[in-house]
């Protein structure tokens, strides 16, 4: 069956959506409609232009702490996006895959803890750090794909604190409490990535490659399927899919993106301990991706920049002690009343009143 | 409260640039303050930004002839948040002196961070982990307080002296109680004592009945050297389960936020001696006009304590320390805060408990209280000085090749 | 579970586990004994908090990842009330009513207007529990609060066969949970309200059809929930203590209760209660070091095989 055909039978299904399943996000109608044609418009140009300039006109801590950051976070929070919103499966544990890669980064590599770090090159450390993250991730995702809906975001929360306990606990390998400093970027072909510029565009060329990564696997058969068994696993089974393998698959595809946000975000740091593992960035992440909206790729890549704008710059403009409430009061807002986060919100006012209302009320009935 | 200050500091600058022009940029210093107002050490933290502002206000604001401007940052206690709000007050705000952060894992960070600036001069807040000047130091990284192993030097004299031959040491599982445990047991053990339990409690754990039920009978006292709720938690559970086992302190298990936290029962902890950088009850004048001047400015009923906090005393030191400095090099940060470096390494800091120099590594040499809490006649409790050990330098007395840091399994005397 | 799945797990857990007791008797008998009342103990207080989330998304399908937060609510006020009045039986009460007066307004307000929507229920709980927890800081500040147990429940109970004496307050716990839990078993199964209720969990569509204020026995239900973490807070606050960050391991501590006993079950809970429970207890007093390490991997294998928890049914 073509990847067109899959696109009509699934929009043709999209209005029984509700039926007997626990985790319905909303329908990819203007992906579909995107890809179809696949024009370059006259946004994409400048969303990219703006983007190659940045660091031309920002200060270096602009360009480090605003813009690498928010492109790095932007990358674990987009496999989750994958994950939830293509996939149906809304994933906490994705930090945990990005800690993953960081830890296996400082293991491996080179870091502050002579005695614990093997100090291998960058060139093996990092392929190595991201295929273990990349196991781990279809790990998490065979453990994960028996449950559903409700229980996914239980069992990834339960095994992302597991795995932040241990790295508190684990001295012998994993450093407890202290983790690892010093995991520095390296120094490639003489150019020192540890530098604001040239990382900014080393994170740049990764959140692309990830973006472009993602948009493709969601336009290719393999996508098409994994949105169709979002939308209605039986019937994707009757027609002969294994739900099951489609699922693992695409827990893989998030992992390897959330490794390589992983080695961005530890190098950003210069450092990983259980903290960036903990409870509070399994939910940032979640936090990032639903502020965006789980429609389309470049939702995370906002939300993180909002994200950041706020956690960077709040303390400015209220006491930072009350930073969480603005944190938590956007993000309220956003899910009451723009249940697509950002994007939602941007398509509601683009088409003004008769589709925008229908980002506003809510679906449902009880069922 | 920040936003009134910084509503207040724009409108000056707007005044001032008006009228100075360039001349502002060379009058006034920048000194960014990071502590934690979230996360597990917020009521600390809190307090510590209280020491510092302390002493800016009693130079009125002013340090060697310039004006001092405070922008504050605050951090969870994760060395990420730390670094991030660091970087933001040297980057963006563009802070000529950094003075912060609260915790171990936070000040490892910062120092990694301070060596990317090599113009600006990081100074401690309260963060006390040993590995921060011991291991990979920074040219620009000061720490004007004593460290956690410092903190506890004396009390293992204290303890045997007591009566106390055989200890349970209940600590919680991270590298400050590990450098707690340390300082004790290097001396206490040296003189003769003995620790046949250890009871490392993972970090999140809040009830202690499996450790309390682990307390062996044959030990004379517990050293508990749990923070804030925790403190609170087992002192209360290990009470109502019938222990009666006199108790040995760490430095922030008789903080002013445990023997003030808000409940009743309180009374378990009378007679616990304990070592810390601070004593509520130390006589110097200088202490008591610190102490005067805190209850002056931050009285109870606007969230203060009844008498400063650890973590106000470090904050104020660190604090003091940085202006002190401006004193000393009358303003002059020029050439990459050369002089004023030196002027800081060279210092003898004159600190409500006592002069402080600093090492090699720029790490501060000081003065150690051993106390024990009493009940005054209002029912509050404070700790009294048994003894005030001075000169205590980060080695713990040892020489540099015996010394190790302190771990799970180091010191041992079983 | 078939026959055969049931032997597998016998053969599987209770050798190693009889070899553990016998060994742990031999070894210390005193300590096996407090720690398995220990375990039991906390495990009434995680049942009373637990009971409450599993009772809202055993009929709303809400898992309501602020019931920490009003957890943390009920402490303080029960704190508060405790300190005016002195009356534990009070702060008992108001920390239920005002937990369950939040509850109320939370389906009332939020949730109507979103039923069926899971996940977006879910996130919406996730930005009030930081909110909640931001704002009881910022009114009530980052202090320890720790509430006294009533006079007649201080101090330790002495003289008890093989473990001498044990905490009075804690010892009340156990009958505690159990009079819960037979009260909620009660209204559930003897009370009309009770039954609408158990109806709705399996069929809420048919329930609303013969006729049933839908909304207003979700409102009754979720203000019951809130309560009880509510309840739980103040108990917690004599045990435990008030501090920021309580919210956040209570949450997950009802999170593992209820996944590992099957959502939405009563006994359920009380089963998963009592696991996590003993285990916590038994984990810290013999391997200290990784026993939150311990408590998880339970959890992570109890849903790798039996998705729905041990005693869950399917949706």
């Known amino acids: 069956m073509s990847a067109a055909e899959w696109r009509n039978a699934m929009n043709a299904g999209s209005g029984r959506l509700a039926m007997g399943k626990v985790l319905v996000l909303p329908p990819q109608e203007k992906t579909e409609s995107w890809t179809r044609k696949n024009p370059i418009r006259a946004r994409h140009v400048l969303v990219l232009g703006f983007l190659l300039a940045f660091p031309m006109y920002a200060t270096p801590f602009l360009t480090y702490q605003i813009g690498a950051q928010s492109l790095a976070l932007g990358l674990i929070a987009l496999s989750l996006t994958f994950l939830g919103g293509y996939g149906g499966m809304v994933s906490l544990a994705q930090m945990t895959v990005a800690g993953v890669a960081g830890y296996m980064l400082a293991v491996f590599g080179a870091s502050g803890e002579a005695a614990l770090s093997l100090g291998w090159s960058w060139w093996i450390a990092v392929p190595i750090a991201i295929v273990i993250a990349t196991l781990v991730g279809t790990a998490i995702g065979w453990l994960s794909v028996r449950t559903e809906g409700i229980y996914t975001i239980m069992i990834t929360l339960a095994v992302g604190v597991a795995f932040y306990y241990l790295c508190l606990q684990n001295y012998s390998v994993l450093n407890g409490f202290q983790g690892f400093q010093r995991v520095y970027a390296p120094t490639v072909l003489g150019i020192n990535l540890r530098e604001p510029v040239p990382f900014y565009f080393l994170v740049l060329a990764c959140a692309l490659g990830g973006y472009f990564l993602a948009k493709y696997i969601l336009r290719a058969p393999f996508g098409i399927a994994m949105q169709g068994i979002r939308d209605n696993p039986r019937r994707m089974n009757a027609l002969g899919f294994h739900v099951m393998a489609h699922r693992v698959a695409a827990y893989a595809v998030a992992g390897l993106i959330a490794a390589v946000g992983g080695v961005l975000f530890t190098w950003y740091n210069g450092l990983v301990t259980p903290g960036s593992v903990g409870t509070s960035w399994l939910i940032n992440i979640l936090v990032i991706a639903v502020l965006g909206g789980m429609r389309h790729p470049i939702g995370p890549f906002i939300g993180a920049i909002v994200f950041v704008l706020l956690q960077t710059f709040a303390i400015d403009l209220i006491d930072r002690e009350r930073f969480n409430l603005v944190i938590g009061g956007v993000f309220l807002a956003i899910v009451l009343f723009s249940p697509d986060g950002l994007l939602g919100l941007w398509a509601a006012l683009k088409s003004r009143f008769p589709s925008g209302s229908k980002f506003l009320t809510p679906r449902g009935g009880i069922r | 409260m920040k936003k009134r200050t910084f509503v207040r500091t724009l409108v000056g600058a707007a005044v001032l640039a008006v009228f100075s022009g360039v001349a502002y940029s060379q009058q006034t210093v920048k000194i960014g303050l990071l502590s934690n107002l979230e996360g597990p050490f917020a009521a600390g933290g809190a307090d510590g930004m209280r020491g510092a502002e302390l002493a800016i206000k009693q130079k009125n604001g002013m340090a060697g002839g310039r004006k001092i401007e405070l922008i504050k940052a605050s951090s969870d206690a994760k060395p990420d948040v730390a670094v991030n709000a660091t970087r933001k007050l040297v980057e963006q705000d563009k802070v000529d002196i950094m003075v912060g952060p609260l915790s171990g894992g936070e000040g490892i960070a910062v120092k990694e961070y301070s060596k990317t600036q090599p113009n600006i001069t990081f100074i401690n807040g309260s963060s006390g982990a040993q590995a921060t000047t011991l291991v990979n130091p920074s040219p620009n990284f000061f720490r004007f307080n004593t460290e956690g192993a410092q903190w506890m030097v004396g009390l293992g004299k204290a303890a045997l002296d007591k009566g106390y031959k055989r200890v349970m040491v209940i600590a919680e599982d991270y590298a400050f109680p590990y450098s707690q445990v340390q300082g004790f047991m290097s001396e206490y053990c040296r003189l003769g004592g003995k620790v046949p339990v250890k009871a490392w409690v993972p970090l999140g754990g809040k009830d202690y009945a499996s450790v309390i039920a682990r307390i062996p009978k044959d030990v004379d006292a517990l050293v508990v050297i749990l923070g804030g709720a925790d403190a609170v938690n087992f002192l209360n559970q290990y009470e109502a389960a019938g222990g009666d086992k006199p108790m040995i302190g760490g430095s922030i298990t008789v903080s002013q936020d445990v023997l003030n936290y808000k409940g009743k029962r309180r009374d378990s902890l009378v007679g616990t001696i304990a070592g810390a950088p601070i004593a509520d009850s130390f006589d110097a004048p200088e202490f008591k006009a610190f102490v005067a001047d805190y209850q002056k400015n931050y009285p109870v009923s606007a969230g203060g304590y009844p008498s400063p906090s650890l973590f106000a005393l470090v904050y104020y030191i660190n604090m003091k320390a940085a202006l002190d400095g401006l004193d000393a090099v009358k303003g002059d940060l020029s050439g990459g805060q050369a002089k004023y470096r030196e002027a800081l390494t060279k210092m003898v800091l004159k600190t409500p408990v006592g002069d402080v120099r600093l090492d090699s590594n720029r790490q501060a040499i000081g003065t150690t209280f051993i106390t024990e809490v009493v009940k005054d006649a209002q029912g509050n409790l404070s700790n009294r000085v048994l003894r005030k050990v001075d000169g205590i330098d980060q080695m713990l007395g040892m020489k540099k090749e015996d010394f190790k840091m302190g771990s799970r399994d180091e010191p041992n005397c079983p | ?315």
């Open chain 3, 1 to 315: 579970m078939s026959r055969l799945q049931k032997w597998f797990w016998g053969l599987a857990l209770v050798p190693p586990l009889s070899v553990f007791a016998v060994w742990g008797i031999w070894d210390n008998a005193k300590l096996f004994f407090i720690t398995l009342l220990n375990g039991l103990t906390l495990a009434s207080l995680y049942f009373i908090v637990a009971s409450g989330f599993t009772l809202v998304f055993g009929l709303m399908r809400n898992v309501n990842l602020a019931h920490g937060s009003l957890y943390l609510l009920g402490g303080y006020v029960g704190y508060i009330v405790a300190e005016k009045t002195g009356l534990f039986v009070l702060a008992l009460a108001a920390g239920f009513l005002v937990a369950a007066l939040v509850g109320l307004l939370m389906q009332v307000a939020i949730f109507r207007f979103m039923q069926g929507e899971d996940l977006r229920q879910t996130m919406v709980t996730i930005g009030l529990s930081i909110v909640i927890a931001d704002l009881l800081l910022w009114g009530i500040g980052a202090q320890v609060h720790q509430m006294s147990a009533p006079g007649w429940l201080a101090g330790p109970l002495r003289d008890i066969p093989l473990i001498t004496a044990y905490s009075k307050y804690r010892m009340a716990l156990l009958p505690l949970g159990i009079i819960i839990g037979v009260l909620l078993w009660l209204f559930l199964n003897r009370t009309r309200v009770g039954m609408m209720i158990r109806a709705g969990v399996d069929d809420r569509g048919m329930l609303a059809a013969t006729g049933v204020n839908v909304n207003l026995v979700f409102a009754a239900t979720f203000a019951i929930g809130a309560g009880l973490a509510g309840f739980g807070g103040v108990i917690g606050a004599v045990e435990l203590s008030m501090v920021p960050g309580e919210d956040v391991r209570l949450l997950l501590a009802s999170l593992i209760v209820v996944i590992v006993g099957g959502m939405g079950s009563v006994v359920g809970a009380a089963l998963g209660a009592v696991i996590l429970g003993v285990a916590e207890t038994y984990g810290l007093a013999y391997a200290p070091t990784y026993s939150v390490v311990f408590t998880f991997v339970i959890l992570v294998m109890v849903l790798a095989f039996r998705p729905r928890g041990i005693l869950g049914q399917a949706a």
